[in-house]
C-alpha cells in the first residue's frame, strides 16, 4: 500500500472514488453524444487554431505510411504524437516551457486545419495516479485537463496520412496557471479535422508530468542512487603457457564497452559528475586489468589472436580511479553471483556455497588492489531485487549484513499512507534495503528514442516529488536500484534526473551506505515474502541443477590437479575465478551461452590434467625369470609436477610378480615439458601372456588419469630346451676339435705351416675378425631391450633383464 499511496489528507475513500470515476463518466456521455449529433459541441473542447501557422507545407515529410487506425479516421489515436523535448524539466517561476516533437498520421484520411498544443489538469493525488496517466492511451473526454491558449498553438495546416509534421511550443510558465505545488498531468495533443468529420477534434495525445515545485521543502527526500559497473562474463579461464600467463579473452566486446562512446565509458563519464554510490562487480576490474597487459582473444575458428587494446583498458582504468577516489564503493561479490539460484538450486549440490564465500573474500582484495580504495562488502544484491528466506539465508552465509531488495518484492501491507524509508530490519541482524519499485524501474526499454526518454524523465521526476509529499514534515530515505547493465541511453536519462534531484528542491543525494543505517520506520513491513511469492518469471531464468553439477565436478578435478603442481596458484587463481563465473547473474536468459561457457572451462581443465599422462604401451616380451620393464610418464605442462606415484600392478600375480608382489610404486617428479621412464623389476613363475596395469596416483591414494594396460609375454626357457642346446654346442665343439687336428695334422706332414700374407704372422681362425674384435654371428640373438622412446612402445617390444 505504501508504494500506492496518496498524498496524505487527499486520499480519496472508496466511495468518493466512486463518485469520482461515476462523474468523470458522466460527465463524459454528453460530450460523446454531441460528438455523434452535433460535431460543433466539440468547439469547446478541441478550440481549431487560430495562431498563423509556425510548420508550413515544407515541414511535413511524406514517408512510408505508418499502421493506419482501426477507424475511418476519427479515433483519438490516429494521430502518433512524439514529444522529443521538454525544458525545463523542473520549470520555476518566470521559466519559458519548451516543448518539441513531431506528430505521424496513421490514419488513411488527411488531417485538415491541425495544430499541437498543451494541456494542463489539476494536481495529481498520489502516486498511483500517476501510474494510471501513465498506462492510459488515447484522448479520454474530461480527464485530460483543460486546453492552453490557442495563441500557444502550433499549427500543423495539412497532414497527409503517413506523413510526419515537427512542431515547436513555448509556453511561459505563468500562462499555465499552476496553483499549489504538485505533480501537474501535462497533455501534448494533436487537434485536427477531416471530410468525413468536418469539425474540430482531438486525433492524438501523448501523457506526460508536469513537476511543480519553485521552494524548497522544509524537509527533503534522501536519495541513494546506485550506479552499477558491470558487464557479462568475457575473461576464459584458459591462460597461455607463458612466464605471464597470458588471459585468454572470449571476445573483444569488453573493448567496445569500455571504449569511446560504449556502454561502461558512458556510464563512468556520467557517473564521475554525479552524487551516486558506485556498486561494482570486481570482475569486470580484474579483466579491465588483464586487459592493460598482453592477452589474447579467441577467433570464430577457436584459434587465438594477441589482442590490441591495452591503451583503451588503460585509460578507462584511470579513469575509474579518479572518479572513486574518495568516494563510497560498494563491492558486490566477485562475478555477481546469482543468489536466487543458489538459494533455489545450488544449495543441493555439496560445495556450492563455498564459492559465494570465496567470491566475496576475493572481491575486496581485487577492488583495492586495482582501485587502491577499500570497498563495503556487506551487501548483497539478488536479482531485480527479488527475495524469500533461502535468498536471505544464502546472501548472509557469505557475510553480507544487507540485503538489497525491491518494493514490490517486499511489498508494504501496512496502511502506510506514504511511502517509508529504505531499511527494514528482518532479524538476525540483518537489513533490507528496500528501494523504490517505481524509481528504480523508470528506465527501461530503448531510451535512445527521444520520446521514450524525455517521457521517462518527467515520470521519475512525478514519482519523486509525489513521494515526498505524502509526508512532506517526515524525513526519509530512498535507494534507487536500476537494472545491473543500463543501456547508454538509459544511462544518459538516469543522469538527467539524478542533475535535477541530487541538490533539489524536494530531494538531495544520500549514500547508500549512509541509507541502509537509517532509522526504519516502526510501521514498516518487515516480514520476508515466502517462496512461493518469488516470482515464476525469474525463477525459469536460474540456473539449473545441472550447472551447479558441473561446477562441483569441475571443482573436484581441479581439486586432484591441483596437489601435483609445483605452483598451483597458477592454476588455481584462473580456474577459481571461472567457476565464480559459471555462477554469475548475468549468465540469466542466456541458456546457451552459460553451457557453452561452462563447458569452455570444464574442456580447458581436462586438457591441462591430460598434459601429465602415461604414454601408450604395447606388448612387451619377457625371455627369461626376471626383467625390468620401462614406464614413461609425459608432463607437457609449463611447471614441474610431483607428490605423484606410479604403480604397476600384475593382473595375474601368481605368473608374474612385480617388485616381488602383485605390484609395485614409484615416486613420480618430473620437469616441465620432460619425460621420465620408470622401471619396475618383474619375476616370471611361468610362461604365457600376462597383461600388467600402469596407473599414477596422488600420494592420498586418488588415481590420477587414465590406467595404461599392456601385455608381458613371458618366454622362459626351460631344462629339456638347456640341456638340448647344450648337446648341440657339445657336438659342435668336438666337430670344431676334429677338424682342426686334422688340418695341423696335414700342415706338419707338408712341414709348412700357413702364414699370414701382410705381416707373417699365423692366419686368423676362419670367421674371426682381423681387428681382435668378437665376430657377430648372423644367427645371434637381437638385443632384448630397446632404446627408450617416449612415443608408444612397438609390437613385440622386449624389456630389460
Known amino acids: 500500500m505504501a508504494e500506492a499511496a496518496d498524498i496524505q489528507g487527499t486520499t ?9 470515476r461515476s462523474g468523470a463518466f458522466l460527465a463524459a456521455v454528453p460530450l460523446l453524444v454531441g460528438a455523434l449529433q452535433a460535431p460543433a459541441a466539440h468547439g469547446a473542447e478541441a478550440a ?17 505510411p505508418a499502421a493506419p487506425s482501426k477507424g475511418p479516421g476519427t479515433g483519438s489515436r490516429s494521430v502518433a504524437v512524439s514529444v522529443d523535448s521538454l525544458t525545463p524539466a523542473v520549470p520555476k517561476d518566470g521559466d519559458t516551457l519548451t516543448v518539441t516533437g513531431s506528430v505521424t498520421n496513421r490514419s488513411k484520411r488527411t488531417m485538415k486545419s491541425g495544430g499541437v498544443g498543451l494541456r494542463i489538469g489539476s494536481p495529481l493525488g498520489g502516486r498511483s495516479a500517476i501510474d494510471n496517466i501513465a498506462q492510459r492511451k488515447g484522448y479520454v473526454p474530461g480527464l485530460e485537463g483543460a486546453a492552453i491558449d490557442d495563441k500557444y498553438t502550433d499549427e500543423i ?12 511550443l513555448s509556453v511561459p510558465v505563468d500562462a499555465l496557471d499552476l496553483g499549489p505545488d504538485g505533480v501537474y498531468q501535462l497533455g501534448v495533443a494533436f487537434t485536427g479535422q477531416t471530410d468525413v468529420a468536418p469539425y474540430p477534434q482531438v486525433f492524438g495525445i501523448q501523457h506526460s508530468f508536469l513537476p511543480w515545485q519553485p521552494e524548497k521543502a522544509e524537509t527533503r527526500t534522501r536519495t541513494a542512487f546506485m550506479w552499477p559497473l558491470i558487464s557479462d562474463s568475457h575473461l576464459t579461464a584458459e591462460t597461455k603457457a607463458d612466464e605471464q600467463q597470458t588471459p585468454v579473452f572470449e571476445s573483444d566486446a569488453l573493448a567496445k564497452e569500455i571504449g569511446p562512446g560504449g556502454r561502461l565509458q558512458q556510464m563512468l563519464a556520467l557517473g564521475s559528475e554525479l552524487d551516486v554510490t558506485w556498486v561494482i562487480d570486481p570482475d569486470l576490474l580484474a579483466s579491465v586489468d588483464a586487459m592493460t597487459k598482453r592477452y589474447n582473444v579467441r577467433g570464430e575458428d577457436n584459434t587465438t589472436v594477441p589482442g590490441k587494446n591495452q591503451a583503451v583498458a588503460k585509460q578507462w582504468l584511470n579513469d575509474l580511479e579518479t572518479a572513486v577516489k574518495g568516494e563510497k564503493i560498494v563491492a558486490l561479490p566477485f562475478a555477481d553471483p546469482d543468489l536466487a539460484s ?8 555439496s560445495g556450492s556455497l563455498s564459492h559465494l564465500k570465496d567470491a566475496t573474500d576475493v572481491a575486496s582484495s581485487t577492488v583495492q588492489t586495482i582501485l587502491h580504495v577499500k570497498p563495503s562488502t556487506d551487501f548483497a544484491w539478488p536479482v531485480e531485487g527479488a527475495i524469500d528466506p533461502s535468498i536471505v539465508d544464502v546472501a548472509t552465509s557469505a557475510g553480507a549484513r544487507n540485503v538489497i531488495t525491491r518494493a514490490d518484492s517486499l511489498k508494504d501491507t501496512s496502511g502506510l499512507l506514504y511511502t517509508p524509508s529504505a531499511p527494514r530490519p528482518i532479524g538476525g541482524g540483518v537489513t533490507a534495503v528496500v528501494s523504490d519499485a517505481r524509481l528504480s524501474t523508470a528506465f527501461r526499454g530503448d531510451l535512445m528514442n527521444a520520446d ?13 516529488l509525489m513521494l515526498m509529499l505524502q509526508a512532506p514534515d517526515k524525513q526519509r530515505s530512498v535507494v534507487v ?9 538509459q544511462a544518459q536519462a538516469m543522469a538527467q534526473v539524478i542533475r535535477l534531484t541530487q541538490d533539489g528542491n524536494w530531494s538531495e543525494s544520500q549514500d547508500l551506505t549512509e541509507a541502509a543505517k537509517a532509522t526504519p520506520d516502526p510501521d514498516a513491513v518487515t516480514a520476508v515474502p515466502s517462496s512461493r511469492a518469488y ?12 550447472a551447479f553439477e558441473a561446477i562441483r565436478s569441475t571443482q573436484g578435478r581441479l581439486n586432484g590437479f591441483q596437489v601435483i603442481l609445483s605452483d598451483a596458484s597458477r592454476v588455481v587463481t584462473p580456474f577459481g575465478r571461472a567457476i565464480d563465473r559459471e555462477m554469475s547473474s548475468s549468465w540469466r536468459g542466456r541458456t546457451k551461452e552459460a553451457e557453452r561457457f561452462r563447458g569452455g572451462v570444464s574442456g580447458y581443465l581436462n586438457r591441462l590434467t591430460h598434459s601429465v599422462s602415461l604414454i601408450q604401451k604395447s606388448e612387451a616380451k619377457l625371455s627369461g625369470r626376471s626383467a625390468t620393464i620401462p614406464v614413461t610418464v609425459q608432463n607437457n605442462l609449463f611447471q614441474d609436477v610431483d607428490h605423484l606415484v606410479l604403480r604397476l600392478t600384475s593382473t595375474k600375480p601368481t605368473r608374474l610378480k612385480v617388485g616381488g608382489g602383485p605390484y609395485m610404486e614409484k615416486p613420480i617428479r618430473i620437469s616441465e615439458g620432460h619425460a621420465q621412464s620408470v622401471k619396475f623389476t618383474t619375476t616370471a613363475e611361468a610362461n604365457g ?36 642346446i647344450a648337446g648341440g654346442v657339445l657336438l659342435l665343439v668336438l666337430a670344431g676339435f676334429r677338424m682342426y687336428t686334422q688340418r695341423k695334422r696335414a700342415a706338419r706332414s707338408s712341414g709348412n705351416g700357413p702364414q699370414d700374407e701382410s705381416d707373417g704372422n699365423p692366419a686368423s681362425p676362419p670367421g674371426s675378425d682381423p681387428t681382435g674384435d668378437t665376430p657377430e654371428h648372423p644367427s645371434d640373438p637381437d638385443p632384448d631391450t630397446a632404446a627408450e622412446n617416449v612415443d608408444a612402445s612397438a609390437p613385440g617390444e622386449r624389456v630389460d633383464r
Request: proline fraction near 11%; avoid cysteine.
Open 535 to 546: 516470482p515464476s518469471s525469474l525463477r525459469r531464468q536460474e540456473l539449473p541443477l545441472s
Open 12 to 20: 480519496p475513500s472508496p466511495a468518493r472514488r466512486w463518485l469520482q
Open 452 to 464: 521514450a526518454s524525455t517521457l521517462a524523465v518527467q515520470e521519475y521526476l512525478a514519482q519523486s
Open 481 to 489: 536500484a536500476p537494472q545491473r547493465m543500463p543501456t547508454v541511453g
Open 48 to 64: 481549431a487554431p487560430k495562431k498563423a501557422a509556425t510548420v508550413t507545407e515544407s515541414a511535413t515529410t511524406s514517408g512510408a
Open 157 to 168: 495546416p495539412t497532414l497527409a496520412p503517413g506523413d510526419r509534421g515537427q512542431f515547436r
Open 342 to 349: 543458489l538459494a533455489h538450486t545450488g544449495k543441493r549440490v
Open 689 to 724: 601372456p600376462v597383461e600388467v596395469i600402469a596407473q599414477l596416483y596422488t600420494l592420498d591414494g586418488q588415481p590420477y588419469g587414465p590406467e595404461v594396460r599392456f601385455n608381458v609375454n613371458v618366454t622362459e626357457i626351460t631344462p629339456t630346451v638347456m640341456l638340448v
